[in-house]
C-alpha cells in the first residue's frame, strides 16, 4: 500500500519518489525557535539501509514515538526498538509547539463521564496531572534538560463575554471534586501572576509545566539511542502491514507463510512484531488512518527578549502557562531566555486533509495573533516579533485521544491529542510499552486504550463541516470582544464541538 497519491502530491509537491522529504529554507532550525535553540546541528542521522528485524518498529520520532521507545527500554532492556522518521526527531508538532505540559486534555470530564463513566473521567484527570510530574522526572532522570518549570497555567477571562466559559469550567472540577486544581483569582491574585488590563476574571491551574519542547525532544532521542534503540531519520514510511499469515498455492498446494508486521519504505521492510503508528496530523497520509483525524493548524508568533522593565510592565515574573476562555484558543508561554510566545489556531483548514510547508506561514493568521498580542500588553507595543511558525495538530471526531494495540495484527497506535499532546504523549508512550510488554496497570485501564474515534466525514462535507465551525467560532469571539456577547452554547457550530 502506498502513502495517498493526492496527498503526498501535496507534501512533496515536485521532489522525486525517493526524495521523500525536505528540509526547510533555513534548514530544520528554521521549523521553530524551539529547534533553532535545541543546543545541537539538527543532522539528520542515517536513513534505513535495506530491509532489517526488530521487535518493535516505531512510526514517527515525535514525543509519542520517543516515549514509547523509551518506557520499552525501561522495561525490556534487550528489545531491538527501531525508530523511523521522514525527517528528523522533533520535526513535528513536537519540535513545534506552545511549550505547555499540562495536565489539561481537550475533551471535558463531563463528556467522559458520559461516555465512560465519572469514575474514569477522575482517573484520567488524576492520571493526566501526574503525568506533568512524571514528563519533568522522566526527563531529568534521562538527563535531558529540557527547561521543565511547573509554574502552573492561568486562563484568563479577557472580557466579561468570556466569564461563562471561566465559570463552567471552575464548576466543573468542583463538581468531580478537583477544585484545587482549578482556583478563581480575584483581581489582586490575578495582577500577582499577570497584569492584563480590563480582565474580568481568571483561575489558575497548577497542573501544568512550562518547557522547552525542542530540548525535550531531541534529548529524547539521544535517550532512546543510549539505551540501545535505533533511529533511522529521512526515511518516509509508504505504508504498513499487519501481522498474519499469507497463504497461497505452488505446484497445486496449499503453502502458508507467517508474515511479520511491517512498516515499508523505499529503502526496505522494517519487520517486527509489533509496528506503533505514532505520526499524529501526518498519519491522515496512509489511507487506512485518512479520515481518523483531522490535521489542524495551529500557528504561533514570538517576540525578542523582554527586557527587565517590560517584564516588569506586565507582572510576568513566573513561569506560568497563559491563555484566554475565546472559542477560537490562544495559548502565551515565557521562553526560558525571556520572549513571549503567542499561538492560536484560526488557520483554516485545507481540504483532502491536506498537510503542507507552506501552510506553516499563513500571513494573515500570523498577522492576527500579533495584533491579539498587542491587545493582551498593550504596554509592549512596538516589540519586535522575531518568529513565526507553525504546524499541523490532529484532532479525532469525538475529542477523545486513542492508545490502542492489538495483539493479534501487530499493530499499536496513540493519536489525537487535539493540541495537548507534550504531556498526553508521555502517558501514551507508558500506556502503549506496558501493552506491549504484556503489562497490565491502572493506566491501562485508561478509557482511551483501546478506544477508537469514529472516522470524519468524506469530502466535501469534511472541509464544508470544519470551515463552518472555524468561521462560525471566529465570529463568536469577534461579537463576544466587540459587544461583550457571550456565546450562548446553542448555536450549530457550538453544539457541533461541543466536547
Ligand atoms: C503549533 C502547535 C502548538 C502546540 N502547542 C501545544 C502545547 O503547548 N501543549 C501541548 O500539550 N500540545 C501542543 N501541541 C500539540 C503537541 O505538540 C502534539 O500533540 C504532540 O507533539 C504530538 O506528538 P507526536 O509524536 O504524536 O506527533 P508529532 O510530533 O507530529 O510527530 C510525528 C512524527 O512522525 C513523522 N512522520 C509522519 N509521517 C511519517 C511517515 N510516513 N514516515 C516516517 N515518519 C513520519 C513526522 O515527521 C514527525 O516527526 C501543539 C501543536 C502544534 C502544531
Known sequence: MTVDARTAAGVHAGLAPDQD?????????????????????????????????????????????????????????????????????????????GGWCSGELNISMRTLAERHGAEAAKAVRRTMHDTVDEVGSASAAEGIDACFRKGGAISVAR?????????????????????????????????DHLR??????????????????????????RAVEARGGEILEQTGVTGFARRGRRSGTLMGRATGSDERATLRT??????????????EAYLTQLPQLHRQLLPIYSLIVLTEP???EQWSSI??????????????????????????????RGAPYHFGSRIAPAFDR???????????????????????????????????????????????TGIASARGYTGHGVATANLAGR?????????????????????????WEPEPLRWLGARYVQLSMMRLDRLGERDGKAPTGRSLAERLSRH
Not at 471561566?166 to 477544585?179: C, D, K, N, P, T
Request: aromatic share 10%.
Open 21 to 97: 522529504r525536505r528540509a526547510p529554507e533555513r534548514g530544520y532550525a528554521g521549523l521553530s525557535w524551539w529547534l533553532e535553540d535545541a543546543g545541537e546541528e539538527l543532522v539528520p542521522r542515517p536513513p534505513l539501509d535495506g530491509s532489517m528485524d526488530v521487535d518493535v518498529a516505531i512510526l514517527g520520532a515525535g514525543f509519542t514515538g520517543l516515549w514509547t521507545a523509551l518506557e520499552l527500554l525501561k522495561r525490556e532492556p534487550s528489545l531491538r526498538v527501531a525508530v523511523v522518521e521522514r525527517e528528523i526527531a522533533g520535526f513535528g508538532a513536537s519540535g513545534r509547539n
Open 159 to 191: 472580557t466579561t463575554a468570556e466569564l461563562p466559559a471561566m465559570w463552567a469550567e471552575v464548576e466543573e472540577y468542583e463538581r468531580f471534586g478537583f477544585g484545587e486544581q482549578c482556583v478563581p483569582l480575584d483581581r489582586a491574585s490575578l495582577d
Open 196 to 221: 492584563v488590563p480590563g480582565a474580568a476574571g481568571a483561575v489558575f491551574m497548577p497542573a501544568c509545566a512550562a518547557v522547552h519542547p525542542g530540548r525535550l525532544v531531541r534529548g529524547l532521542a
Open 266 to 279: 523505499r529503502r526496505g521492510d522494517v519487520r517486527a512484531d509489533t509496528v506503533v503508528l505514532a505520526g
Open 306 to 308: 523582554l527586557s527587565d
Open 315 to 344: 507582572g510576568w515574573q513566573g513561569h506560568e502557562c497563559v491563555s484566554s476562555f475565546r472559542l477560537t484558543i490562544d495559548y502565551l508561554s515565557r521562553t526560558p531566555d525571556g520572549r513571549i510566545l503567542f499561538g492560536g
Open 362 to 408: 499563513d500571513s494573515d493568521t500570523h498577522a492576527m495573533l500579533r495584533r491579539m498580542f498587542a491587545k493582551w500588553f498593550p504596554t509592549l507595543r512596538g516589540i519586535a516579533f522575531t518568529h513565526a511558525w507553525g504546524g499541523p495538530l490532529g484532532m479525532p471526531r469525538d475529542w477523545e485521544p486513542t492508545f490502542s494495540y492489538d495483539r493479534e
Open 431 to 455: 500506556v502503549l510499552a506496558d501493552l506491549i510488554t504484556d503489562r497490565r496497570t491502572e493506566i491501562t485501564e485508561l478509557p482511551f486504550v483501546n478506544h477508537r474515534s469514529r472516522d
